[in-house]
């Protein structure tokens, strides 16, 4: 028998393997999506589509859902939940069965050993490559601390929080008050809170290093992107791309944990030398050396409660943690910062918005303790619950552009599935959801939707906090697994708008990027659905100049 030629696969020209290679990707990814994927097919629930009876249905159908991501949750709101079915959104990174409102209480009610939130957060962040260690997901220590100790600390952190604020805003968005400069919005934002959130969770002096910010938000980015990328892929071949796809991910946490090792080392130390504790999360003396933070607590927590794995004393462990709360922490309430700005700015200038929220901060401000040190009013504490307007924008914003389309996110982990009240069965390994921009978005939910009505939530004595999540507002989640971080993030975002409301002069401009040039009149450039993510107007700028104090 003749053997082929062989020197005619290494003579080939690279753009021919090129091309050879990526039908080889699209055939296996078609037989892929067609018959393997989807356990959410075997359901027989109806795919969201746009009606067209194609060539190739299914795969076309999965091109249009990620590439029309926000009309393809109209359709599965408008036609499916509105009248209370279920539905399946089939995208190029797999389903999600989307279920209808009512069936929430019953979704959150489920024990983790039957829907999973920590494996949908697996699936979606793909844990196993794009974490520089998976061990962190099993237990998740860090969502305990967040839980637990920031929690009960918020108030105790609140005057740090405010010390860097300012240090931060001063520094990134400058102190002329001669020359107007231009900012980007969601970029100086998210270097703020970067800076903001890593006080309460390293303290200083890490908190203003640079290369350890730029590493926390540069792996925060490459999660974001990387997991998605990996989620293309049929689960066979993510091994092999996730070589190629998580290089930037490893990089940041690997130069993250260099930084941050000599300091884990120099606590554990000292932690060493006083010796053991009753309780140490209690002890704020000898075992913390005046360290309150986050970094701390997690120190603490592993003195007093043990897990048999991961060795939670191991720095690339308790970095690997800190990395994954900076990803759950900064980019999230930037997201909502830069739009609730923008709202705000945006808003018709007869209602005069910006100057009632900053005349709420300025009299906050006066009515607020006199430090007996410093002889300053502080930022802190009991304003808080005061800016109950600031705290309406903000539940307002999040309403209007939700950081995510659907929420309340799980795995099906019970052997052979479950089937709800309903009778839907929902197939082990399946991915379930429930809508949350759309329900934000429906006109018999909220009375003019479309409207940015900063107040609604505090006119005709309504009172509903920013923290409050319901079914029908799901911009935290809902239920046990809700962001347990979002009271630490309201008291933040509060204490940041009223700094930059009474410190700054503020107006909105648009060059370039998504939208154009704003037209001074209220234009607001607006996020966009890249696939499930929605992402803030790159290009949107902000003109401001300090004020001058009187
Ligand atoms: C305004 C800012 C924030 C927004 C909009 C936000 C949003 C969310 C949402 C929607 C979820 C649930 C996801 C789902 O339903 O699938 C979530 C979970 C979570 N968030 Fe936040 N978050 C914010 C700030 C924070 C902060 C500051 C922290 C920590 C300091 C944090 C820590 C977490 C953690 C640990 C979880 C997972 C909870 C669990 O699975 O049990 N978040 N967040």
């Known amino acids: 028998m003749d053997l082929p030629d062989l020197s005619v696969i290494t003579d080939t020209h690279p753009v021919a393997l090129f091309i050879s290679g990526f039908l080889g990707f699209l055939s296996i990814y078609i037989f892929y999506s067609s018959f393997v994927s989807a356990t959410a097919r075997?359901?027989?629930?109806?795919w969201v589509s746009n009606k067209r009876r194609w060539f190739l249905s299914r795969l076309r159908t999965r091109i249009w859902t990620t590439r029309y991501y926000g009309d393809a949750l109209k359709v599965a709101y408008d036609e499916y939940a509105k009248h209370d079915r279920p539905c399946v959104l089939a995208g190029m990174d797999g389903d999600t069965i989307l279920l209808p409102q009512s069936a929430i209480p019953w979704v959150v009610a489920q024990p983790d050993?039957?829907?999973?939130?920590?494996?949908?957060?697996?699936?979606?962040?793909?844990?196993?490559?794009?974490?520089?260690?998976r061990e962190v997901m099993d237990p998740t220590v860090h969502f305990d601390v967040v839980r637990s100790e920031l929690t009960r600390q918020l108030l105790t952190v609140t005057p740090e929080v405010c010390d860097e604020l300012a240090a931060a805003v001063d520094e990134i968005w400058g102190t002329s008050t001669k020359k107007w400069a231009f900012v980007k919005v969601f970029d100086s934002l998210t270097r703020i809170i970067a800076r903001v959130n890593n006080r309460v969770f390293v303290g200083l002096p890490l908190c203003r290093d640079e290369k350890y910010i730029e590493n926390a938000t540069g792996f925060a980015e490459d999660i974001a992107w990387s997991s998605t990328?990996?989620?293309?892929?049929?689960?066979?071949?993510?091994?092999?791309?996730?070589?190629f796809v998580t290089k930037a991910n490893h990089k940041h946490a690997q130069e993250f944990t260099q930084i941050l090792t000599p300091e884990i080392q120099r606590r554990q130390q000292i932690l060493d030398e006083a010796g053991p504790a009753d309780d140490a999360t209690e002890d704020s003396g000898a075992h913390t050396q005046g360290k309150n933070d986050f970094l701390q607590w997690l120190l603490t927590r592993s003195l007093t409660k043990s897990h048999s794995k991961p060795d939670e004393t191991n720095p690339d462990i308790i970095a690997a943690r800190l990395l994954h709360i900076n990803f759950a922490s900064v980019h999230t309430t930037s997201f909502i910062a830069s739009n609730a700005l923008l709202d705000i700015l945006a808003a018709p200038t007869d209602q005069k918005i910006p100057e009632k929220l900053e005349a709420e901060a300025?009299?906050?401000?006066?009515?607020?303790?006199?430090?007996?040190?410093?002889?300053?009013?502080?930022?802190?504490?009991?304003i808080l619950p005061k800016m109950k307007y600031l705290d309406s924008a903000l539940?307002?914003?999040?309403?209007?552009a939700s950081i995510i389309g659907v929420g309340v996110n799980h795995k099906v982990v019970a052997k052979g599935g479950v089937t709800t009240p309903d009778g839907t069965f929902l197939p082990e390994g399946s991915l379930v959801a429930v809508h949350s921009w759309g329900v934000h978005n429906d006109g018999d939910v909220y009375d003019e939707p479309d409207k940015y009505r900063p107040f609604r939530y505090v006119e005709g004595g309504a009172a509903e906090q920013f923290t409050a999540t319901s079914t029908t507002y799901l911009g935290f989640g809902h239920g046990r697994?809700?962001?347990p971080g979002r009271f630490f993030a309201a008291n933040e975002?509060?204490?940041?708008?009223?700094?930059l409301l009474v410190n700054y002069e503020i107006q909105m401009v648009m060059e370039g990027g998504v939208g154009g040039v704003w037209n001074g009149k209220g234009y607001r450039p607006e996020c966009d659905w890249l696939g499930p993510?929605?992402?803030?107007?790159?290009?949107?700028?902000?003109?401001?100049?300090?004020?001058?104090?009187?």
């Open 395 to 400: 539940r307002e914003s999040s309403r209007k």
């Open 42 to 46: 075997h359901t027989g629930l109806p």
């Open 481 to 483: 697994h809700a962001c």
């Open 229 to 243: 990328i990996l989620r293309l892929f049929p689960g066979l071949l993510r091994p092999l791309a996730a070589r």
């Open 113 to 133: 050993s039957v829907l999973s939130v920590n494996g949908s957060h697996k699936h979606v962040l793909q844990t196993g490559y794009t974490f520089p260690r």
């Open 493 to 499: 975002l509060k204490l940041l708008l009223a700094y």
């Open 362 to 382: 300025h009299e906050a401000m006066d009515n607020a303790e006199l430090d007996s040190d410093s002889n300053v009013r502080s930022w802190a504490r009991d």
């Open 533 to 550: 993510m929605h992402v803030f107007p790159d290009g949107a700028k902000l003109r401001i100049r300090r004020k001058v104090v009187e």
